[in-house]
Each structure stands twice: as structure tokens, then as C-alpha cells.
């Protein structure tokens, strides 16, 4: 039998070193651990026959022979087999992953219920899918990314076509801003500024301007008192309806007679709104009724059939609410009446605030629209480009709250006069108050 000593930074590389240098028979006789690995002595007898002994050593060699060899199991203190390739097989299924108690290896198909302690093992499926979600992440922020820069580069883009535009023609960007800022939409301030001449210097070029938006807008000159019939003012609420409702009839009672002006109210849900029209009816000397739905509407309008003018006033509603619907189907039940339709709006609302309004009014056949509120304007830019854009004529302004006065009949005119003026008042730059304080805060 033959003794060798084996080194190994670890058991495994020792036990290998032995496997292949002596075989898988080798028989371990000692392990001892160091800092920097394993020192492993085994035997084994594939060697020849020493050579024999003399009579002093053949005692001790007799009694090392009869002594039992310690076994691997004893020695490393395990139960396991004693052979060399069976430890080998041990010890690389140990490399194998770690089996905790209660978690399914990710190689085994059968299910296998998970402790509360237990460590999760992700499987491969899991570890694929959570991959996937990483990528698409990883994607969808890459497509945020692109669309924002090109949403950046669009913006440059137009800015550089913005200034070649106003390098070749500084009039016509000047004149531009200036319409802008007057309230006029960005659309319809470039469609007129295309017709400014060349040649004119720029106090010719914005009068030309302003007489080519006055030949745009369309008016009409005391249309609803200037002819019999039913009239019906519709509008979201508090643009006025009910007391431009009172002026017209005021009006037409002075012009006609009392007895030739007739009120019908719609307006079933706003709190006082009879009572309302009701005591301007009899401070005018007119008849004033209710309606509550679209069947007692028509009795009153044959009951008022031989009246010059009948005025209904309608309940407000805004453009986003439903029960706007459910009025204009009752205008359009009564259309056998030939009822005329004028939509009522506030002169100082926002571009889009008007646009919408126009766009859900006319549902039904608008023949024109009453602007109110105008004593409260700073700007008159946007009812000018709302009313240019959808052909939509102007009938009546409205600029106070006096029964009967304030109250005329539009003017184109009067309109793109007024609008110059608010905007030389209110528009221009070196007229807006300067805040030292402002000022100070930005240094």
C-alpha cells in the first residue's frame, strides 16, 4: 500500500487530484483543513510487493496491517458511501442549486407547495417573462423619448421658418403680431395678412387690414325688430339672455305698441327665472307665459299668433351639458312655427369658449347672434374671428345693463373700431404697467 499526500484550494479539487492520479479505489486516510485550502493523504495497493522486511520492522508492520483502516465516512464524519467515486458523485451534486426546503427546483415539472420561510427560486419561465417586461419598458421609454424630441425639433423647425418669414417680409410679420395681440385667430391673421400690399408703409398697411376684416364680417341692421315673427334667444348661461330679451321687447313695445309684444320663457330650472322675465313683462305692459315642455309651447304660440312680435326665452345651458339636447329637439318640434333662432354670447369669452359654443348651437339654423357683455371687454378680436370664421351674422350689441338703452344694432364698423381701440388701450406693449418689483424678483 502506498501513501500520498494531495493539496486542494478546496475538498472537491483535492478529491479530484486523488481521482485521477489514483483511481476511483484510493482510500482516504486523513484531511486537514488549512487557510489556504485541503491537504488530503491516501493509500492505495496497485503497486507491487515491498520488499521484505527485517525481523525488527516485521512486528510493527504486522500490527499496523492488523489495525482496521478508518473508512472516508469516518473520517469526514458522514453516513455516506465509502468509495472515492460515490463521494465524487456527492459532492458534485452538492455543487448543484442549493434544494432549500420547501421551493421547487426550477429543472422539476412536478408542483410542490412553498413554506412560509422558504427562499423563491425563480424558474426560467418567470425569469423570461420578467425580462420581457424590462424590454418593453426599455422600449416604450425610448418611444417617449423620440416622440419628444421630435416634438423639440418640430418647434425649432417652425421657429427657423417663423424668422426667414419675418426676414424676408418684416411688414408682414410686424403686422401679423400686431392682429394677434388685437385678439384676431392665428389662422385668420395670416389669410389677411397675405393681402397686405408691398409697397405701403405700416399705418397704410394696418388700415388696409382693418377695412379687410370689416368687409369679412357680417351684420345685420335691426334684423329681429325690423320684422314679425317668433324669435328665440338661445345661449349657455349668463351670457343675458333674459335681459336682452326685456330690451328687445322694451323696445318693440315703444315701436309697436304693447299690445303687439308677446314673452314666452323656456327656462324651467333656474330659481326666480319667471319671476324674472315676468316683472320686466309688466313693467314693459307686455303678456308674459311659461312653457313647460314642447306641446304647451305650441298652444301659446297659436294663442300668440296674431302678436308682431313673440320672444322666447330659453333656459341656459352649457355646451357640455345634456339637457341642451333635449332643448334644441323642442326647437326643432316647433319648427312648423317658423321660429327664428339667434344664439346669444358674451363678447368677453375665450376664442375656444365661443368656437364651442357655435359648434353645438348650431344644430339647429342660426340666422345670426347677439354679442352682450361688451362694456366688460378687453379684447374683441376673438368675437370678430369667431363670427369671420363661421359666417355667422352679427345682429345686436349689448354693452350695459339698462332696460332699454343699452342696447344697438350692429355696425362692422363700430365693431373693428371698438377692436383697435381695446387693442391700442389694453394691447399695446408700451402700454402694459411696468412692476419694478417684477422687475427686481427676475434680476
Not at 42 to 51: K, L, M, R
Request: hydrophobic content about 35%; overall charge positive; glycine content about 6%.
Amino acid at each position: 500500500m502506498k501513501i500520498k499526500r494531495f493539496y486542494g484550494k478546496d475538498m472537491r479539487d483535492a478529491l479530484k487530484q486523488v481521482k485521477d492520479e489514483l483511481g476511483g479505489d484510493a482510500v482516504i486516510m486523513s484531511n486537514k483543513k488549512y487557510a489556504d485550502g485541503i491537504e488530503i493523504m491516501a493509500a492505495y495497493d496497485n503497486e507491487p510487493d515491498a520488499p521484505l522486511l527485517t525481523e525488527k520492522e516485521a512486528p510493527k508492520v504486522q500490527a499496523n496491517l492488523s489495525r482496521k483502516t478508518p473508512t472516508l465516512s469516518e473520517i469526514i464524519g458522514d453516513t455516506g458511501p465509502d468509495s472515492l467515486k460515490a463521494l465524487l458523485e456527492k459532492q458534485s451534486q452538492a455543487a448543484s442549486p442549493l434544494k432549500i426546503k420547501g421551493v421547487k427546483p426550477a429543472y422539476k415539472a412536478q408542483p410542490q407547495a412553498y413554506s412560509d420561510n422558504a427562499i423563491a427560486v425563480p424558474s426560467p419561465e418567470s425569469s423570461d417573462s420578467q425580462q420581457n417586461t424590462q424590454q418593453q419598458d426599455a422600449f416604450k421609454e425610448m418611444r417617449q423619448e423620440l416622440s419628444s424630441l421630435r416634438h423639440i425639433l418640430q418647434f425649432q423647425v417652425s421657429g427657423l421658418i417663423e424668422q426667414e418669414k419675418n426676414r424676408k417680409h418684416p411688414l408682414h410679420g410686424y403686422l401679423l403680431q400686431r392682429l394677434q395681440q388685437m385678439g384676431i385667430s392665428d389662422a385668420l391673421a395670416e389669410e389677411v395678412v397675405s393681402y397686405a400690399p408691398e409697397a405701403a408703409d405700416e399705418r397704410q398697411s394696418w388700415l388696409f387690414l382693418l377695412k379687410l376684416l370689416a368687409n369679412r364680417l357680417q351684420t345685420k341692421h335691426d334684423d329681429i325688430l325690423s320684422q314679425p315673427g317668433v324669435v328665440a334667444l338661445m345661449g349657455p348661461t349668463g351670457t343675458g339672455k333674459t335681459t336682452t330679451i326685456a330690451k328687445l321687447a322694451a323696445q318693440a313695445a315703444h315701436k309697436f305698441g304693447v299690445e303687439q309684444v308677446a314673452i314666452i320663457t323656456l327656462d324651467n330650472y333656474r330659481i326666480g327665472a319667471y319671476e324674472q322675465i315676468a316683472t320686466y313683462g309688466k313693467i314693459i305692459g307686455c303678456s308674459v307665459k311659461q312653457a313647460q315642455n314642447s306641446n304647451e309651447l305650441s298652444d301659446l304660440l297659436y294663442q300668440f299668433r296674431n302678436k308682431r312680435l313673440v320672444l322666447v326665452d330659453t333656459a341656459g345651458f352649457s355646451q357640455k351639458d345634456a339637457r341642451l339636447i333635449k332643448q334644441l329637439n323642442t326647437m326643432r318640434q316647433n319648427s312648423c312655427a317658423n321660429i327664428k333662432h339667434y344664439l346669444v354670447m358674451q363678447a368677453n369669452c375665450q376664442y375656444r369658449v365661443m368656437q364651442q359654443t357655435v359648434n353645438e348651437y348650431r344644430q339647429i339654423s342660426l340666422q345670426g347672434c347677439i354679442l352682450t357683455k361688451l362694456d366688460e371687454c378687453y379684447s374683441l378680436g376673438e368675437a370678430i374671428s369667431v363670427a369671420i370664421e363661421n359666417k355667422l351674422q352679427i345682429c345686436y350689441l349689448a354693452d350695459g345693463q339698462r332696460v332699454p338703452e343699452d342696447l344697438q344694432s350692429a355696425s362692422t364698423k363700430f365693431l373693428i373700431t371698438s377692436a383697435a381701440k381695446l387693442y391700442k388701450k389694453f394691447g399695446l406693449i408700451h402700454n402694459a404697467p411696468n412692476h419694478i418689483n417684477n422687475a427686481a424678483v427676475a434680476v
